[in-house]
T-cell receptor, first 111, second 115 residues
Framework: GNSVTQMEGPVTLSEEAFLTINCTYT??????LFWYVQYPGEGLQLLLK?????DKGSNKGFEATYRKETTSFHLEKGSVQVSDSAVYFC??????????FGSGTKLNVKP | SQTIHQWPATLVQPVGSPLSLECTVE??????LYWYRQAAGRGLQLLFY??????ISSEVPQNLSASRPQDRQFILSSKKLLLSDSGFYLC??????????????FGQGTRLTVV
């Protein structure tokens, strides 16, 4: 079946620190992969995506590379800001266009 | 451009009362529609999925039901709420198979508290 596993949080970093949030997946075939961000009290917003192996998605300084060999899609940012504090969800689009999400990782960035 | 509307934003309901949450999408036709629930401190659980009017796929047996009376309207219902139904409910849409973007677009969510 389809599933997504991401590192548990919360992750607490100081401003300008390097961020990595790990995400691995299990799926049939080659799913599209996504990172979504959720700010307090809001819905999910797409952060970035990759639709095939070795694709790199990027947006707002965040990056993630679709690694088929390790079934991973780790999220990285070189220098986080306080405004990046949110919950981050890794997701895949599987069979029949159903989306499967990880449990979310809360990021706290301190000034 | 496409937009998704979900209401109400917050709702407090007593145990045993009925529920109706509504979601509508504008600016697209025949979208795939989804209902997700996010329980406190947990991830997103896919509840229902629809590819067209009257076509509903239930992902998890539960106290809830969904209906799609119109192409761009998706309703989440319950006849009798349980305490365990509390959570943050999110509606989402995606371009139907074979067209457009690959991602899902989410509404702002409904915070349901059952007391």
């Amino acid at each position: 079946g389809n599933s997504v596993t991401q590192m548990e949080g919360p992750v607490t970093l100081s401003e300008e620190a390097f961020l990595t949030i790990n995400c691995t997946y299990t799926a049939t075939g080659y799913p599209s992969l996504f990172w979504y961000v959720q700010y307090p009290g809001e819905g999910l917003q797409l952060l970035l995506k990759a639709t095939k192996a070795d694709d790199k998605g990027s947006n707002k300084g965040f990056e993630a590379t679709y690694r088929k060999e390790t079934t991973s899609f780790h999220l990285e940012k070189g220098s986080v800001q306080v405004s990046d504090s949110a919950v981050y969800f890794c997701a895949l689009r599987g069979n029949f266009n159903k989306f499967y999400f990880g449990s979310g990782t809360k990021l706290n960035v301190k000034p | 451009s496409q937009t998704i509307h979900q209401w109400p934003a917050t709702l407090v309901q007593p145990v045993g009362s009925p529920l109706s949450l509504e979601c509508t999408v504008e600016g697209t036709s025949n979208p795939n529609l989804y209902w997700y629930r996010q329980a406190a401190g947990r991830g997103l659980q896919l509840l229902f999925y629809s590819v067209g009017i009257g076509q509903i796929s239930s992902e998890v047996p539960q106290n809830l039901s969904a209906s799609r009376p119109q192409d761009r309207q998706f309703i989440l219902s319950s006849k009798k709420l349980l305490l365990s139904d509390s959570g943050f409910y999110l509606c989402a849409w995606r371009d139907h198979l074979g067209t457009g973007n690959t991602e899902a677009f989410f509404g702002q969510g409904t915070r349901l508290t059952v007391v």
